[in-house]
């Protein structure tokens, strides 16, 4: 029986593929994800589901889509008897492996993975739980405009701190495997926090862009034209609040690619400690993001809304001996990866869970077929105050919210969804039958409900489990020191020749 491939998945955070020369930038150097692309199979319209860390990452690792699992925001539980692609993949026999960023909140914070080499860098806590019935109140927590207002080149920052320990423990792990002659194949999953906001990076990567053209945002609305939940978006993000100069912008803009070519440098890294380890002609490298950057397209910045910015992702699928290199035009998501990665290692769904998956796998536009074209998506946290569901099918996008006016955005014709289709004559069938279809799935009454009583239980769980002395969820690794580079107990010799690759 042929061994099963060992899986590398590679995500950034708030990476928009439009900032990626794969995808047409030509202003950005990323010349890693660059060839990782020419020899792969790029997804054209690839979405997240939910257009924030947490629940996109809950769906992600379920394949099932927020509402179904509880995945409601920021500070929502990921119940750890939801079957993650880790679980899966760890029953077959993989060792499955994390470094980085997932926003596991509650104290679950494995969720089917055998080793996770580094803390999150965000509280595992309930402390970021929003709270609908008080819209007005903006959380101290949150975004602001300071990123935008304050971007431009550092020395060091949080997020270069957590990258680098990030990669570098991820590197060391795949020269563990091949020291030690793993049978097992793996799934390594690398999580970066950038090109995530603040807008900072190192004056090599802010220099890169030094002299070079940096284009504004492409659509800028009067407020005459915003619709209902980027107004809500704006009050809640404290755009409303201070105004920025078109120069503060073309900083914020260049930071984040300066950020997006780190993150290229990372990718070239893992991707070079992969082949040194001679691990690279038996794994499948998969580039994904969690959901996209707005980067004040429309007077928005960061994400939350389902507009292309904030929810289309990069998805890139790099195994040249098994794929001829190709792009896809259908419209598919992160729900998808959990079966895919089923049918790359040879293998059915096993116990799927509370709810039936809602991805379908990849595979067939991977292998050139008629593969399903559409993406369903849900956004339940700030700046909503109702429950959003979108569908994209086709060449169209309908955004529904019992509290707003319905979207419908023919992108085919209207890429920078500048025109409402919703209350035109000819699109009332159309219309209706997103939201039938809507209403068959899922009643967004009864969510509404789930997601306030949520809200309420979590924010006062939150407040009793601060009083007095704190027993925090975060994760710390495990390092016994006595176990490791050289000690009393070990015979040097034997340690040295085990620590050495290749042997000789």
């Not at 992600?60 to 880790?86: C, H, K």
């Not at 509650?106 to 595992?124: K, M, N, S, V």
């Not at 593969?371 to 700030?382: I, K, N, P, Q, S």
Request: glycine letters at 6%; aromatic letters at 8%; proline letters at 8%.
């Amino acid at each position: 029986m042929p061994r099963k491939p060992n899986i590398l998945v590679l995500m950034a955070d708030q990476l928009n593929p439009l900032a990626l020369p794969a995808y047409g930038n030509a202003v950005v150097k990323a010349p890693h994800i660059d060839a990782l692309a020419a020899s792969g199979v790029v997804f054209d319209s690839a979405y997240c589901n939910s257009p924030l860390c947490a629940p996109s990452r809950f769906s992600f690792m379920a394949g099932q889509l927020p509402s179904a699992i509880g995945a409601y925001d920021n500070a929502a539980e990921f119940p750890s008897e939801v079957p993650t692609f880790a679980h899966h993949l760890r029953h077959a026999g993989y060792h499955t492996i994390l470094s980085g960023k997932m926003h596991f909140c509650g104290a679950d914070q494995l969720h089917g993975f055998e080793e996770r080499l580094t803390p999150d860098i965000y509280p595992a806590d309930f402390g970021w739980t929003p709270d609908w019935t008080r819209f007005e109140h903006r959380p101290s927590w949150y975004h602001s405009m300071d990123s935008v207002i304050k971007a431009g080149p550092c020395v060091r920052s949080n997020q270069l701190d957590y990258d680098e320990e990030v990669v570098f423990t991820a590197r060391r792990k795949l020269y563990d495997l091949a020291r030690a002659g793993e049978r097992r194949p793996f799934c390594l999953v690398v999580s970066m926090t950038h090109p995530h906001d603040p807008y900072n990076i190192t004056r090599p990567y802010w220099d890169l862009y030094d002299g070079v053209e940096i284009a504004p945002p492409r659509v800028q609305l009067p407020e005459s034209q915003w619709d209902p939940h980027s107004r809500r978006l704006r009050h809640v993000c404290g755009l409303d609040l201070e105004s920025v100069t078109p120069e503060q912008i073309r900083a914020a803009r260049r930071a984040y690619y300066g950020a997006v070519s780190f993150v290229d440098d990372q990718v070239g890294s893992l991707l070079g400690a992969l082949a040194e380890a001679r691990l690279a002609d038996d794994t499948i490298v998969i580039l994904l993001g969690d959901h996209g950057e707005m980067l004040g397209e429309r007077g928005l910045w960061y994400k939350m809304n389902f507009f292309e910015g904030g929810s289309r992702i990069p998805l890139i699928v790099h195994a040249p001996r098994r794929f001829a290199p190709r792009r896809v035009a259908q419209s598919v998501s992160l729900v998808d990866v959990l079966p895919t990665l089923l049918d790359l290692a040879g293998l059915e769904p096993d116990g799927a869970g509370p709810a039936p998956l809602a991805g379908r796998s990849l595979l067939p536009h991977l292998e050139g077929g008629a593969g399903h074209d559409r993406v369903e998506g849900e956004y339940l946290a700030e700046g909503a105050i109702a429950p959003m569901v979108m569908i994209r099918e086709g060449r169209y996008k309908f955004i529904h919210c019992p509290a707003d006016p319905d979207q419908l955005y023919d992108l085919g014709d209207d890429p920078d969804e500048l025109r409402n289709l919703a209350a035109a004559p000819d699109q009332q069938a159309r219309c209706a039958q997103f939201r039938r279809q809507i209403e068959t799935r899922i009643s967004l009454e009864r969510l509404h409900a789930d997601v306030l009583a949520s809200q309420r239980r979590r924010r006062f769980v939150n407040q009793s489990l601060t009083q007095g002395r704190l027993a925090a969820w975060d994760y710390t690794p495990p390092r016994d020191g006595s176990q490791e580079y050289i000690r009393n107990h070990m015979d040097l010799e034997v340690m040295e020749a085990m620590a050495r690759f290749p042997r000789s």
